[in-house]
């Protein structure tokens, strides 16, 4: 914030210059140096301990949130060249609470008994049809017949399936809807973000007609990881990291012509480059070691 001169935003009846979004606009100008040296610190502060827990959440997410960063600036010539420096760190560990429906123990073994499904606001139970049986397919399984008690013998269950349903969590709530047992497991976990933004500026004037500046941007690093819910470990379809870098260059020449006269020029270039995997990505052959010899790690 310090090393902003002043913002414009426009949100309708933009300029033809601004095309090509219904958005909206934010125009920041950067502040020049100048003839004396500043500086300042800043820090901006949330936490958890001032929040409540939110609608829905069985307990405050944890949050530790710091927003700091310093500016300098000043002359590198008296009055011809100046320049300023912001750098703004940006460390938040953001507990985010996550809700889910996850199989009964009996479920995992077969046991499908005590399966039922919300039908205009009453449990009806979940049949469980055999395909091996009757003339139904995968369109159409009414047509088959379901299991004897709605169980299926252990000796159809997939070696494969059993491996990966070891992933999933134990219930550990009153379930949100109890007449399909949905959201019966929540947890928090705290995803973390790491980013440093880095604003330099370089001011020339050449003379009293021609003055020209030069804007670099770069964040360096800008780490963004949604971590894994810890019952789920590498499971958790959520699990990711997103490392980021953007750079941004401006050049800009003004020339003062006449009184009525002048010219100005800015040319800009933004480059973004953006790698995402899971947090878990390429160490681990899972495929393998579940029994899927033919799935790529």
């Not at 500016?71 to 609470?97: A, C, H, M, V, W």
């Not at 159809?156 to 009153?174: E, G, I, T, Y």
């Not at 941004?248 to 995997?277: D, K, M, Q, W």
Request: net charge positive; proline share 7%.
């Amino acid at each position: 914030m310090d090393s902003m001169q002043e913002f414009k935003v426009e949100v309708n009846a933009m300029g033809a210059e601004n095309g090509r979004s219904s958005a909206g606009f934010v125009n920041a100008v950067t502040r020049s140096g100048s003839n004396r040296f500043n500086g300042s610190f800043y820090e901006f502060l949330r936490n958890d301990a001032l929040d409540a827990a939110g609608w829905n959440n069985d307990r405050s997410p944890p949050l530790r949130r710091n927003n700091f960063g310093a500016t300098l600036d000043g002359p590198i010539q008296k009055n011809r060249t100046f320049f300023p420096y912001n750098y703004d760190g940006l460390r938040e560990r953001n507990g985010n609470s996550t809700t889910r429906s996850t199989g009964l123990p009996e479920w995992r073994r077969g046991d499908f008994s005590s399966a039922t499904r919300n039908a205009g606001g009453r449990a009806v139970f979940v049949p469980i049809y055999d395909p091996t049986t009757g003339t139904g397919n995968f369109g159409n399984p009414r047509s088959n017949s379901p299991f004897p008690n709605n169980t299926i013998p252990a000796s159809r269950l997939d070696p494969v399936a059993l491996k990966a349903v070891a992933f999933l969590p134990a219930v550990n709530r009153a379930p949100n809807n109890p007449l399909n047992l949905s959201g019966n497991w929540q947890e928090n976990r705290i995803d973390a973000l790491t980013r440093d933004y880095h604003i330099g500026r370089l001011d020339h004037e050449f003379s009293q007609r021609t003055r020209a500046f030069a804007r670099y941007i770069v964040t360096i690093p800008e780490r963004d990881r949604n971590a894994y819910n810890p019952s789920y470990g590498v499971a958790d379809p959520e699990g990711v990291v997103i490392d980021t870098r953007r750079q941004n260059v401006a050049l800009n020449a003004t020339h003062l012509f006449s009184p009525t006269f002048f010219l100005n020029v800015t040319g800009g270039f933004n480059r973004v480059f953006i790698f995402r995997t899971s947090d878990d990505c390429c160490q681990t052959n899972y495929g393998q070691l579940r029994g899927l010899p033919n799935v790529p790690g």
